[in-house]
């Protein structure tokens, strides 16, 4: 790794469908630190957790299941055609989501200051996040591609699937927002060969 390359902070993004959760992984294998934006967000609001009482503070006791954990489910009907509520619950778990990766960033980077750190973060240009990495590297395939997977891949009806991926930023302002874009519209073997390229090229 050159000196003007050590320390890389990528950010990981793409449209739901696109393949980013391998990518995420691929990357991994090769060496990278993943800080799954996901997974924080489930931390964030796990059973007994601060986030999860607030979460019911905010929304009401019917969003916790009966063994204690966010009722996902119910979760997502109050706020997903519902943008005032979704960004009340952003607002619960988005700064503790944050204040995590940067812990795990940092002890990453204590252990080896020349890591290369990968924040799979679904909504970063939603968010407005893509100026706080080095590289911003997008996931990208076709919207038919999207609907596909997600019909056939995650039982989701069509108008499912073309609701999920509306709810999102559009293909171009995610394309607009790259440094490096990796195209999953192939095969998985081809989806590790780019990978490995982008590893080598940009990233190491």
Not at 109 to 118: I, K, L, M, Q, T
Request: aromatic content about 2%.
């Amino acid at each position: 790794m050159t000196p003007a390359q050590a320390g890389r902070r990528v950010g990981l993004t793409g449209g739901i469908g696109s393949g980013k959760s391998a990518v995420s992984a691929l990357l991994s294998d090769l060496g990278a630190t993943v800080v799954d934006a996901d997974a924080l967000a489930r931390e964030a609001v796990a059973p007994g957790s601060e986030g999860l009482a607030d979460v019911a503070a905010e929304f009401g006791d019917d969003v916790i299941a009966a063994d204690g954990s966010l009722d996902r489910v119910a979760m997502a009907a109050k706020v997903f055609a519902d943008p005032t509520a979704r960004a009340r619950l952003e607002a619960i778990i988005h700064p503790r989501v944050r204040r995590r990766a940067a812990e795990i960033e940092a002890e990453a980077r204590a252990a080896d200051p020349g890591a290369v750190v990968v924040h799979d973060v679904p909504l970063l240009v939603e968010t407005g996040q893509q100026d706080a990495y080095d590289v911003v590297l997008v996931v990208d395939v076709p919207v038919p591609v999207q609907v596909d997977r997600l019909v056939r891949l995650r039982g989701m009806s069509e108008d499912e699937a073309r609701g999920r991926i509306a709810a999102q930023a559009d293909r171009e302002t995610r394309l607009a927002a790259a440094d490096v874009v990796i195209d999953n519209s192939g095969t998985l073997d081809d989806l590790a060969r780019r990978a490995r390229q982008v590893w080598d090229e940009d990233l190491s």
